[in-house]
Antibody, heavy 120, light 107 residues
Framework: EMQLVESGGGLVQPGGSLRLSCVAS????????MYWVRQAPGEGLVCVSL????????KYADSVKGRFTVSRDNAKNTLYLQMNSLRAEDTAIYYC?????????????WGQGTMVTVSS | EIVLTQSPATLSLSPGERATLTCRAS??????LGWYQQKPGQPPRLLIY???NRAPGIPARFSGSGSGTDFTLTISSLEPEDFAVYYC?????????FGQGTKVEIK
């Protein structure tokens, strides 16, 4: 069974940092593009970042560019999101998700999410 | 940025009825559109990829159609577990964008 498990969320003060992790199992992690998607409380879904299979391609939403960094360790089947200079508006559930095809595509496997709360 | 507009915002129907949800893109996304279902406290679940292909394990009562700027998700006969929020998402250009969602609620 394909599975993604996020961790690393929590309460952080404005201006602080957090590192999210997402451990993959049940599929060949190194073959797939991976994504971080967030959802603020009571709100819709926003795609925050993507990374291709060998980390050559990374993209970010304008709202997090320059503050967030996506990376992956294919040997550890793990996706990361380093979040710096956090703001109140970054408060959300952060999901990692996998593309349905090795060349990209829609998101067929999602983790349960990890909650990030930015507040003083 | 491509804006996806979903309608209606809320759909009130009874079990057994047909649900028709629409998603309109601000510019062509070809067939690069997916549909997701989300229930409270759960992550989204992929229902339809590439506009009309059912994801593995998705019941046949879910179907998708459309291309370019206009797309439809149809649930032929609502089951109790289908009452949820539905999102469309385009993957033609970055940033990938989602619609604002359609809530299908029990009438």
């Amino acid at each position: 069974e394909m599975q993604l498990v996020e961790s690393g969320g929590g309460l952080v003060q404005p201006g602080g940092s957090l590192r999210l992790s997402c451990v993959a199992s049940g599929f060949t992690f190194s073959d797939y593009w991976m994504y971080w998607v967030r959802q603020a409380p009571g709100e819709g879904l926003v795609c925050v970042s993507l990374i291709n299979f060998d980390a050559v391609i990374t993209k970010y939403a304008d709202s997090v560019k320059g503050r967030f960094t996506v990376s992956r360790d294919n040997a550890k089947n793990t996706l990361y999101l380093q979040m710096n200079s956090l703001r109140a508006e970054d408060t959300a559930i952060y999901y990692c998700a996998k593309s349905i095809a090795v060349a990209g595509g829609d998101l067929d496997v999602w983790g349960q999410g990890t909650m990030v709360t930015v507040s003083s | 940025e491509i804006v996806l507009t979903q309608s209606p915002a809320t759909l009130s129907l009874s079990p057994g009825e047909r649900a028709t949800l629409t998603c309109r893109a601000s510019q062509s996304v070809s067939r690069h559109l997916g549909w997701y279902q989300q229930k409270p406290g759960q992550p989204p679940r992929l229902l339809i990829y590439d506009a009309s292909n059912r994801a593995p394990g998705i019941p046949a009562r879910f179907s998708g159609s459309g291309s370019g700027t206009d797309f439809t998700l149809t649930i032929s006969s609502l089951e109790p577990e289908d009452f949820a929020v539905y999102y469309c998402q385009q993957r033609t250009v970055w940033p990938r964008t989602f619609g604002q969602g359609t809530k299908v609620e029990i009438k």
